[in-house]
């Protein structure tokens, strides 16, 4: 991956620390504070985004911070008023007040959901197999994107803000009459794939009925008011519109937000960074049933990741969801086991900013998971581009003298620092990173396939092909390194 290294924002920065009320400007960042500063100032390297907004939750500390600009060149850094579009994260929200029905009685998982509709349909079965409650809540009801064109243009990046305002106007008999016209073409419960409206909308439709409540006064009967998020909201009024930040696309263009389509229930409502720390805390009150219903798994298609109450929930116990409209994307990630938890939000979206809101997830989450150590990739990486051999020996000594507060236990530290040098065909810094993380790691197969690609790509074959050979001795699976092997074998 090529880096770009010179930062094209004015990075600003504001943290509320609970019972924190000092600047810090002279004191030593905290381990979740450095996670935040530096992972967001790396993602602020790429000209595509304008700001990044993280909320943390740890052990009962919240923290927040804010970095960059709401619109390039103006010099205006969201805060904790500021007002985001969670979009699909909504669906979490359906999920707790369904996981709420089934332990009310009000329905079950396994339930035909032509059980709580008015009217007969026939069409909401294939092969004798009807669509249940924990298909919609997973994804897995074989309904489709295609679900009638109408709503179709609520997701579609290319219908006109006209054309998707329209939606809101659609009342249920619409959604119902286009639900008796919809063909299944495969089993429900066998194949996960992405519902953004109807699904949720179904369910909507299913809790107004059994609990004779409608949508919004259920979330906010069950949630908002019990999370005490007053600044979480589906229809903002004219001092809220003020704070809803400006969102673009990842070529800069400034796009519109988007309409609510019936309830909202699966992608409609705004919130704060602040109001979202809440929710994390509220999602991780041990002694709700409602919140142990919710993280139950319903269904799963990979080991590494199942389906809940709309939650992705992983190995390690963590349930996540994410969002995006066509301007804004943000995730909110969940650990029990750590009593921790985040969000962080983008102003804008696309393909580029997609890949950078699970980079910086994902390395969040490491740096909880490491807590209270600090990631040494950030210092390391500084020197490192500075001078690499001055680099290499500040690794060193970083190691040596400060290991009890720097994570070194993590080998994509130098790994990803190399592919950065080699992306940017540095190819001799390149191959002295990755000898160094060889010998950091000699009993892994990674850094051995790390350096012989360097070597490749420098044209030193042979110390390519022997580097190969030990990754793939290391880890025989490494189809990377058996299809190098052969290659190299051809070059030599």
């Not at 298609?301 to 994410?322: L, V």
């Amino acid at each position: 991956m090529k880096a770009k290294f010179s930062l094209l924002f004015i990075v600003l920065l504001i943290f509320n620390c609970k019972e924190e009320h000092k600047g810090l400007q002279n004191k030593t960042l905290s381990a979740i504070e450095y996670s935040m500063v530096n992972n967001a100032n790396l993602i602020l390297e790429n000209p595509e985004i304008n700001s990044v907004s993280i909320g943390v939750y740890k052990d009962g500390e919240t923290y927040t911070g804010y970095y960059g600009e709401i619109d390039r060149g103006s010099n205006n850094l969201p805060t904790d008023t500021a007002i985001f579009e969670i979009a699909s994260v909504t669906k979490s929200f359906t999920g707790i007040i369904t996981a709420q029905a089934v332990l009310d009685g009000k329905l079950k998982l396994d339930d035909d959901i032509r059980d709580y509709l008015d009217d007969s349909y026939p069409n909401l079965e294939f092969e004798d197999r009807p669509i249940q409650i924990r298909d919609l809540l997973t994804h897995s009801s074989g309904i489709r994107r295609d679900f009638p064109e109408i709503y179709s243009k609520v997701v579609s990046l290319d219908a006109t803000h006209e054309e998707r305002s329209n939606v809101i106007n659609q009342n249920r008999e619409v959604l119902l009459k286009d639900l008796h016209q919809y063909k299944l073409d495969t089993i429900p419960g066998l194949r996960y794939e992405y519902s953004p409206v109807i699904a949720p909308e179904i369910l909507a439709l299913i809790l107004d009925k059994v609990y004779d409540k409608p949508y919004l006064e259920l979330l906010n009967e069950q949630i908002l008011n019990k999370a005490n998020m007053s600044h979480t909201k589906m229809t903002l009024n004219a001092s809220e519109i003020h704070n809803l930040i400006n969102s673009y696309n990842d070529q800069g263009q400034l796009v519109e937000s988007m309409p609510i389509p019936m309830t909202g229930a699966g992608g409609g409502l705004k919130s704060t960074i602040p109001d979202i720390i809440k929710y994390i805390k509220y999602l991780l009150e041990t002694d709700n049933p409602v919140i142990t219903e919710m993280q139950k798994p319903l269904f799963v298609e990979d080991e590494d990741d199942m389906n809940g109450y709309f939650w992705i929930i992983n190995n390690d116990g963590e349930f996540m969801h994410n969002g995006g409209t066509h301007g804004s994307t943000n995730w909110v990630i969940v650990s029990p086991k750590l009593n921790a938890g985040f969000t962080v939000m983008f102003n804008s979206n696309g393909d580029i900013s997609g890949t950078l809101i699970n980079r910086i997830a994902n390395r969040i989450l490491d740096d909880l998971e490491n807590y209270p150590k600090k990631n040494a990739f950030f210092p390391v990486r500084k020197e490192i581009h500075e001078n690499t051999d001055n680099g290499l020996e500040f690794y060193k000594e970083l190691k040596t003298e400060k290991g009890n507060k720097f994570d070194f236990n993590d080998s994509s530290i130098l790994n990803r620092i190399g592919y950065e040098l080699l992306g940017n065909e540095q190819n001799e810094d390149a191959i002295k990173v990755f000898k160094l993380l060889v010998s950091e790691f000699p009993n892994e197969g990674n850094p051995y396939d790390s350096l012989g690609e360097a070597y490749f790509t420098n044209e030193q074959y042979d110390l390519s092909l022997e580097n190969y050979k030990k990754a793939l001795e290391l880890n025989p699976k490494n189809d990377n390194a058996r299809k190098m092997i052969e290659e190299l074998k051809s070059v030599i």
